[in-house]
């Protein structure tokens, strides 16, 4: 049944289409009647309807998905797109919660790291937000030019992090 589950649910995804999000919702919505306690249903009806633009939507599917035991690759990307979502809410604490909690799951993920930088620049954090994109381009991106930089980038990082630009998500 769970592989069933799964093709349905690639299949609906395949034929998504970003502009116009209604059709992906409408295909969801009786997987989710039969299924509404399944972890990736939640997590691909909460995406559904982060894509449409009902963000506040989307945060409850997001939710119930990791309460209900998301995991795996679709669990780091249900944090990152439930951290987005929250930053987009304007709830910038929320969502370096979500991203904190992220990165101590999945240590390695570039685009978590990525994602909760646009979460820091959002609250303020300017220096600190660069500062880590400048350690994930030093740590994760392969590019000849760049090796004879990385100590540079690495120290303008640590630089950039030192420099006080107050707690994200304060007034």
Known sequence: ????????????????????????????????????????????????????????????????????????????RCFLQYGSTLRNLGRIRDSLEVFARARAEFPESVALGAFESLTLHAGGQANTALARLLTLVADHVEAPELDRYRPALRGNADYLASLDDGPAGEP
């Not at 919505?29 to 909460?46: I, K, S």
């Open 1 to 76: 049944m769970a592989d069933d589950l799964d093709a349905q649910l690639d299949g609906i995804f395949a034929a998504r289409d970003r502009d116009d999000m209604g059709p992906t919702i409408d295909a969801l919505l009786p997987l989710h009647a039969a299924h509404p306690e399944h972890p990736r249903v939640l997590y691909e009806l909460g995406g559904a309807y982060d894509t449409a633009g009902d963000e506040a939507t989307a945060l409850g599917y997001y939710e119930r998905a990791m309460e209900r035991g998301l995991a795996g690759d679709l669990r780091r």
